[in-house]
């Protein structure tokens, strides 16, 4: 786990989840042609949630970036 620290992990971490949530719905369904409606609801929401999540966290960084760049020198 050493290469794997910090900022790496957190942007991974919502892959693996997906990952980990699809080999659930794959064993619960038996095999992977019987997922059901509801679950690709679910996938294509949770894809949703997450494009947005990191939208804001990179225009919530871009700000303070700017925020920076206006405090005066020192």
């Known amino acids: ?10 942007m991974l971490e919502p ?8 080999i659930g719905i794959c064993d619960a369904a038996g095999n992977f042609t019987r997922i059901n409606p509801v679950m690709v ?3 294509n929401y ?3 949630r ?7 966290s990179y225009h919530k960084k871009k700000a ?3 925020t920076y ?3 005066p020198l020192r």
């Open 64 to 66: 303070e970036a700017q």
């Open 69 to 71: 760049d206006m405090l």
């Open 1 to 10: 786990m050493n290469g794997w620290q910090g900022e790496q992990t957190g």
């Open 46 to 48: 949770m894809k949703d």
């Open 15 to 22: 892959i693996f989840v997906t990952i980990r949530f699809l």
């Open 50 to 56: 997450n494009s947005i999540q990191a939208d804001i």
């Open 41 to 43: 609801d679910m996938l």
